[in-house]
């Protein structure tokens, strides 16, 4: 990694900290500065403004959240070809994630972003757009995968209960830190993973 690279990436780390913590409106690039000890021309060789630093903050925050998805998802079909129990492994799997976190999850740049004033920005809008929808996309494949093998006690289109998935996983990283508590995500997820348990059971036999 360049010198350069190096740099950016401090930025980011640096932003994303300050963000998370109290929000995009109250972050300013000076701050980033003076916490990194650069100068203003050495911030703005990396990022034209702090519109363009939000967008990089927001695509590497879900491009962070795919690959979680995808290791936790990717271990548990290695464990078992069975739909029903890939989703609740893979929960399980992501509560340990999230469990082995010291300080708690830091929160989620897309919530965030599409709560302060930085949401004008379309390109911001599209990114968070995107995010929500490509878990929506993930979530309901596999839920239809679950609803090919497992009859579900209540007729839940795939889509809707997929957006619940993300709607929990999310309302439970605002709750922990709101409460300041990095067990209630883990807690909640677990939850989760049991609520769609019950709900699916196996197809009569034929």
Avoid at 110 to 122: F, G, L, Q
Avoid at 136 to 150: G, H
Avoid at 167 to 196: C, F, H, N, Y
């Amino acid at each position: 990694m360049t010198k350069g690279q190096t740099t950016r990436l401090r930025i980011l780390d640096v932003a994303q900290d300050a963000v998370l913590s109290k929000g995009f409106g109250a972050t300013s690039i000076d701050e980033i500065i003076a916490a990194m000890g650069l100068t203003k021309s050495g911030f703005f060789y990396h990022f034209r403004d702090k519109n363009e630093l939000a967008i990089a903050l927001l695509e590497r925050y879900v491009a962070e959240d795919e690959r979680v998805y995808d290791d936790v998802f990717r271990r548990a079909r290695e464990l078992t070809d069975d739909p029903l129990q890939v989703l609740l492994l893979g929960l399980k799997l992501l509560s340990e994630v999230f469990a082995n976190m010291p300080e708690g999850h830091p929160g989620c740049l897309v919530a965030a972003a599409v709560a302060a004033e930085r949401s004008y920005d379309r390109r911001i809008q599209e990114i968070a757009k995107q995010a929500s929808l490509t878990w929506r996309r993930r979530f309901t494949s596999m839920i239809e995968d679950v609803a090919a093998l497992y009859r579900p006690s209540e007729p839940i289109p795939s889509d809707q209960l997929a957006d619940t998935i993300s709607a929990m996983l999310e309302g439970g990283i605002v709750m922990s830190k709101t409460l300041k508590d990095p067990a209630i995500l883990v807690q909640q997820t677990l939850v989760l993973r049991s609520m769609i348990r019950l709900l699916f059971s196996p197809m009569p036999a034929r």
